[in-house]
């Protein structure tokens, strides 16, 4: 027989793919459907038999149930023959009752996905079935007499013995009655090929063109179904618009088909830090860079000419300008100031309507960016929690990649071939963690691997707290210098003098470019098995390094520089020198990543090339490039307060820095030797970014804010003590000027002098960060439990079925035994 009615129990599919109980009943008349073409196909009196003793097994009684054999062995032309003889033989001779019957039914078949005849048969009774549900019954009275249904229609069966394209044909008419939500999903649960199901699709639409253009439909229900179909056209148009807008979409997409997961998670990074500036951007330049902009400041002193040194050192030109703290005015704008007597008020100083308080704006701006932004980054984390931390075994998500993932919507030449490249590398990451997950060691290639480890980790860290001291001694004999220098010399201080300014930023560059790179040679040395643990130890050296550099940095700015405030003579305006120094650090981080990116990777490729002739080209290095940006977003972060305009500065810098990694990327780098995929990157990333970055700057911010004294010179909270003095104070102005603002002094006593608000919103992150991770682990579990319970039931109905059919072979045994023995006599 060219079909074999064969059921495959040991297939790890079968068990996943059981039907419910309810399509139990559709399954067995599928079985009977199958038996009747079999035998108009072949003509063989067995299966006619099995047929009839299928349809009628109770009749026959429980042993009368015919089983076709499913396994066919290959051999000889001689053996053949004989083989043909037991198959029919095994018709006769071997039975299943109807209890094993029963549950076979409840099973998938193989045969079930080849036979289209059965397909369209049993999706015609579904469709008929859906259609009843879903229509509204009509009047009699709409039927013409003829039309109207006969009492002896009732109970009388589709024959199933009709041609393919008969019932084709009627599956057509019912699909055609159904909705088109329910149609598409009927067409979707069909186990047929695409071009099968192309093939209904096109015939179901052209009849119904046709139907449509047969009724008379009236002009204005003619123009109303246009204009709805043009509408939903147009709709669906700009869909596609907006999504071809997405940023990035096609250059992600290349790195992801030929570099892999890894890389990819890299940019993806970097264009969320982008959206972060440019919200950060979008909020302190609406309430604080246009309003004073519009109503500038008084400034007596003259500002100096444009050098071009400005824009490596922030000094200078930019002195006093928008982008430092000390630019902005400490009064109501626009400028009435109280200690000017000696000018008339303006006509505007009258209007209370127009009037902006700059502190309370400036306080409440920074106060308000650091708390969205602190929300997004919870929200990002906890969402990024429950994308990555689930079953990702690499069994089944390499059969979803070979079967599922491609799209074949994808037409275009170039999609198609992106779309390859995508998916080859994403196999190639399975592959390698399985094979990575197959590979086993001794205990004494366990202890050699720990020593070595041992001894990587303890050059790491020597090397960075050698680099961390040298820093800060440093920056303490750079600050004595700069004080020495300022109060002998009162004017300007020169060229020279500017230029020096940028030896702690140099500095503290050239040691986040040098160490990565004995980081990445120990790694080597290391010989890590696995290529994702390679790059989380990569990850967890450089974030020593970059956490350990901030943290003296920060102490040099806020008590160094800080407390030296008192001496004016060299110390002006301590906020801004230090948003001077952070615009100088961010600055030279940039200038330092392209220099390691031209000789880092171009000038090595060019010299792989051209001089050894050979293709190894350096590997990206995810860790150091990913912290490498966490560092830059924790001193815009930190620059909040001391320079408005940083997160602008940082938005350039990041833009260019993709497209200049970009491009590298693709001209001199290649793809990791063994694939691997990094399934939790993102989580990681985000996780560093909120709480190392995020949290440490924010702690500086308070700590700046609540703590050390203001500039008694400039900045919008000159004359005060401390910043949230000078918010305390204006809002005591504001409540006695309007008494209706009196729960405006009430929210900032409780909820900004008091920390323990601060605590308590910290707290509830901290909470709704670890329930989520709770639920997703909880969820985790919950899906390993079900696995286990679907490999459970299966290998259940193998034993029942072995059991039933144990008991069966006893009970026919002596039977058959007798009929030997009459056949003898």
């Given at each position: 027989?060219?079909?074999?009615?064969?059921?495959?129990?040991s297939?790890?599919g079968?068990?996943?793919?059981?039907?419910?109980?309810?399509?139990?009943?559709?399954?067995?008349?599928?079985?009977?459907q199958?038996?009747?073409e079999?035998?108009?196909?072949?003509?063989l009196?067995?299966?006619?038999?099995?047929?009839h003793?299928?349809?009628?097994?109770?009749?026959?009684?429980?042993?009368?149930?015919?089983?076709e054999?499913?396994?066919?062995?290959?051999?000889?032309?001689?053996?053949?023959?004989?083989?043909?003889?037991?198959?029919?033989?095994?018709l006769?001779?071997d039975?299943?009752?109807?209890?094993?019957?029963?549950?076979?039914?409840?099973?998938?078949?193989?045969?079930i996905?080849?036979?289209?005849?059965a397909?369209?048969?049993?999706?015609?009774?579904?469709?008929?079935?859906?259609?009843?549900r879903?229509?509204k019954?009509?009047?009699?009275?709409?039927?013409?007499?003829?039309?109207?249904?006969?009492?002896?229609?009732?109970?009388?069966?589709?024959?199933?013995?009709?041609?393919?394209?008969?019932?084709?044909?009627?599956?057509?008419?019912?699909?055609?009655d159904?909705?088109?939500?329910?149609?598409?999903?009927?067409?979707?649960?069909m186990?047929?090929?695409?071009?099968?199901?192309?093939?209904?699709?096109?015939?179901?639409?052209?009849m119904?063109?046709?139907?449509?253009?047969?009724r008379?439909?009236?002009?204005?229900?003619?123009?109303?179904f246009?204009?709805?179909?043009?509408l939903?056209h147009?709709?669906?148009?700009?869909?596609?618009?907006?999504?071809?807008?997405?940023?990035?979409?096609?250059?992600?997409?290349?790195?992801?088909?030929?570099f892999?997961?890894?890389?990819?998670?890299?940019?993806?990074f970097?264009?969320?830090l982008?959206?972060?500036n440019v919200?950060?951007?979008?909020v302190?330049?609406?309430?604080?860079?246009v309003?004073?902009a519009?109503?500038?400041?008084?400034?007596?002193?003259?500002?100096?000419?444009?050098?071009?040194?400005?824009?490596l050192t922030?000094?200078?030109?930019?002195?006093?300008?928008?982008?430092?703290?000390?630019?902005?005015?400490?009064?109501?704008?626009?400028?009435?100031?109280?200690?000017?007597?000696?000018?008339?008020?303006?006509?505007?100083?009258?209007?209370?309507?127009l009037?902006?308080?700059?502190?309370?704006?400036?306080?409440?701006?920074?106060?308000?960016?650091?708390?969205?932004?602190?929300?997004?980054?919870v929200?990002?984390m906890?969402?990024?929690?429950?994308?990555?931390?689930r079953?990702?075994?690499?069994?089944?998500?390499?059969?979803m990649k070979?079967?599922?993932?491609?799209?074949?919507?994808v037409?275009?030449?170039?999609?198609?071939?992106?779309?390859s490249?995508?998916?080859?590398?994403?196999?190639?990451?399975?592959?390698?963690?399985?094979?990575?997950?197959?590979?086993?060691?001794?205990?004494?290639?366990k202890?050699?691997?720990?020593?070595?480890?041992?001894?990587?980790?303890?050059?790491?860290?020597?090397?960075?707290?050698?680099c961390v001291?040298?820093?800060?001694?440093?920056?303490?004999?750079?600050?004595?210098?700069?004080?020495?220098?300022?109060?002998?010399?009162?004017?300007?201080?020169?060229?020279?003098k500017?230029?020096?300014l940028?030896?702690?930023?140099?500095?503290?560059?050239?040691?986040n470019l040098?160490?990565?790179i004995?980081?990445?040679?120990?790694?080597?040395m290391?010989?890590?098995?696995?290529?994702?643990?390679?790059?989380?130890v990569?990850?967890?050296?450089?974030?020593?390094?970059?956490?350990?550099?901030?943290?003296?940095?920060?102490?040099?700015?806020?008590?160094?520089?800080?407390?030296?405030?008192s001496?004016?003579?060299?110390?002006?305006c301590?906020?801004?020198?230090?948003?001077q120094?952070?615009?100088?650090?961010?600055?030279?981080?940039?200038?330092?990543t392209?220099?390691?990116?031209l000789?880092?990777e171009l000038?090595?490729?060019?010299?792989?090339?051209?001089?050894?002739?050979?293709?190894?080209?350096?590997?990206?290095d995810?860790?150091?490039?990913?912290?490498?940006?966490?560092?830059?977003?924790?001193?815009?972060?930190?620059?909040?307060?001391?320079?408005?305009?940083?997160?602008?500065?940082?938005?350039?810098?990041?833009?260019?820095?993709?497209?200049?990694k970009?491009?590298?990327?693709m001209m001199?780098c290649?793809p990791?030797s063994?694939?691997?995929?990094?399934?939790?990157?993102?989580?990681?990333?985000?996780?560093?970014?909120?709480?190392?970055?995020?949290?440490?700057?924010?702690?500086c911010?308070?700590?700046?804010?609540?703590?050390?004294?203001?500039?008694e010179?400039?900045?919008?909270?000159?004359?005060?003590?401390?910043?949230?003095?000078a918010?305390?104070?204006?809002?005591?102005?504001?409540?006695?000027?309007?008494?209706n603002?009196?729960f405006?002094?009430?929210?900032?006593?409780?909820?900004?002098?008091?920390?323990?608000?601060?605590f308590?919103?910290?707290a509830?992150?901290?909470?709704v960060?670890?329930?989520?991770?709770?639920?997703?682990?909880?969820?985790?579990?919950?899906?390993?439990?079900?696995?286990?319970?679907?490999?459970?039931?299966?290998?259940?109905?193998?034993?029942?079925?072995t059991r039933?059919?144990?008991?069966?072979?006893?009970?026919?045994?002596?039977?058959r035994?007798?009929?030997i023995?009459?056949?003898?006599?």
């Amino acid at each position: 027989m060219a079909h074999n009615v064969n059921f495959d129990l040991s297939h790890p599919g079968v068990e996943a793919g059981l039907e419910s109980p309810a399509d139990e009943e559709v399954v067995h008349d599928s079985f009977s459907q199958l038996i009747e073409e079999e035998s108009q196909r072949e003509g063989l009196p067995d299966a006619i038999e099995l047929q009839h003793q299928q349809r009628n097994p109770e009749d026959e009684g429980p042993d009368n149930v015919a089983y076709e054999d499913r396994g066919r062995r290959m051999g000889s032309d001689d053996t053949g023959e004989e083989e043909g003889e037991r198959q029919t033989d095994s018709l006769l001779k071997d039975r299943w009752s109807s209890a094993t019957l029963k549950i076979l039914s409840s099973m998938p078949s193989r045969t079930i996905g080849r036979s289209q005849g059965a397909i369209l048969s049993q999706y015609f009774n579904r469709t008929t079935g859906l259609r009843k549900r879903t229509q509204k019954r009509a009047s009699i009275k709409d039927f013409s007499r003829s039309a109207r249904p006969s009492i002896r229609g009732y109970g009388v069966e589709v024959d199933t013995t009709d041609s393919a394209e008969k019932k084709q044909e009627r599956l057509v008419k019912n699909l055609q009655d159904l909705s088109a939500v329910d149609r598409v999903r009927m067409l979707k649960e069909m186990p047929l090929n695409l071009s099968e199901k192309k093939s209904l699709r096109r015939l179901t639409l052209k009849m119904t063109k046709q139907t449509r253009s047969s009724r008379n439909l009236r002009c204005c229900s003619y123009l109303k179904f246009h204009i709805i179909l043009a509408l939903r056209h147009s709709w669906y148009s700009c869909l596609s618009f907006l999504h071809s807008l997405h940023l990035w979409q096609m250059p992600l997409k290349r790195v992801s088909g030929r570099f892999g997961s890894g890389v990819l998670s890299y940019f993806l990074f970097l264009k969320t830090l982008l959206f972060f500036n440019v919200f950060l951007f979008l909020v302190l330049g609406s309430f604080l860079v246009v309003p004073q902009a519009v109503y500038p400041p008084e400034r007596l002193e003259n500002r100096t000419s444009f050098t071009g040194l400005e824009l490596l050192t922030g000094g200078g030109y930019f002195s006093n300008t928008l982008l430092y703290y000390g630019y902005y005015s400490n009064h109501t704008l626009p400028s009435c100031s109280k200690n000017n007597t000696s000018s008339p008020p303006r006509p505007e100083c009258d209007s209370k309507s127009l009037s902006y308080n700059m502190p309370l704006a400036y306080f409440f701006t920074i106060g308000l960016s650091f708390f969205i932004t602190c929300i997004i980054l919870v929200y990002s984390m906890s969402k990024s929690f429950g994308q990555s931390f689930r079953i990702d075994k690499s069994n089944g998500m390499l059969a979803m990649k070979v079967f599922c993932s491609w799209d074949f919507k994808v037409i275009k030449k170039s999609s198609v071939k992106l779309l390859s490249e995508n998916i080859c590398t994403q196999l190639k990451e399975l592959l390698g963690e399985a094979h990575h997950s197959r590979t086993r060691s001794t205990t004494l290639d366990k202890l050699i691997k720990l020593m070595i480890h041992g001894l990587g980790w303890t050059l790491c860290i020597g090397a960075t707290a050698g680099c961390v001291v040298g820093i800060y001694y440093f920056s303490d004999y750079m600050h004595k210098e700069q004080q020495e220098s300022w109060q002998h010399d009162s004017g300007d201080p020169g060229l020279l003098k500017e230029a020096s300014l940028l030896a702690l930023p140099v500095l503290v560059s050239f040691i986040n470019l040098m160490l990565p790179i004995l980081f990445q040679f120990t790694a080597w040395m290391e010989k890590y098995d696995s290529p994702s643990l390679r790059t989380f130890v990569s990850l967890s050296r450089n974030l020593i390094l970059k956490v350990s550099v901030l943290g003296v940095l920060c102490f040099h700015w806020l008590k160094r520089v800080a407390g030296s405030s008192s001496d004016n003579k060299t110390f002006k305006c301590w906020e801004s020198f230090v948003g001077q120094d952070l615009y100088r650090f961010l600055t030279i981080d940039f200038i330092f990543t392209l220099l390691a990116t031209l000789f880092g990777e171009l000038l090595w490729r060019l010299f792989s090339d051209k001089v050894l002739k050979r293709n190894r080209r350096p590997e990206f290095d995810i860790a150091k490039n990913v912290l490498d940006l966490i560092y830059g977003q924790t001193l815009a972060w930190l620059g909040l307060l001391f320079t408005p305009l940083l997160p602008a500065v940082q938005i350039l810098k990041l833009l260019l820095l993709f497209y200049i990694k970009m491009s590298s990327v693709m001209m001199n780098c290649q793809p990791p030797s063994r694939p691997y995929r990094v399934s939790q990157m993102t989580t990681i990333f985000i996780t560093l970014l909120c709480f190392p970055s995020f949290l440490g700057a924010s702690v500086c911010v308070t700590y700046t804010m609540w703590r050390l004294p203001s500039s008694e010179s400039c900045g919008p909270f000159r004359g005060n003590k401390t910043m949230i003095q000078a918010g305390k104070q204006r809002i005591v102005e504001l409540v006695k000027e309007n008494p209706n603002l009196y729960f405006l002094a009430q929210a900032h006593t409780y909820l900004v002098e008091n920390p323990f608000f601060l605590f308590v919103g910290a707290a509830i992150f901290l909470i709704v960060i670890y329930f989520q991770s709770q639920v997703v682990d909880g969820q985790r579990k919950i899906i390993a439990l079900l696995q286990e319970q679907i490999e459970n039931e299966g290998e259940d109905k193998k034993f029942l079925i072995t059991r039933l059919q144990s008991i069966h072979e006893r009970k026919r045994t002596p039977a058959r035994n007798l009929t030997i023995q009459d056949s003898a006599c």
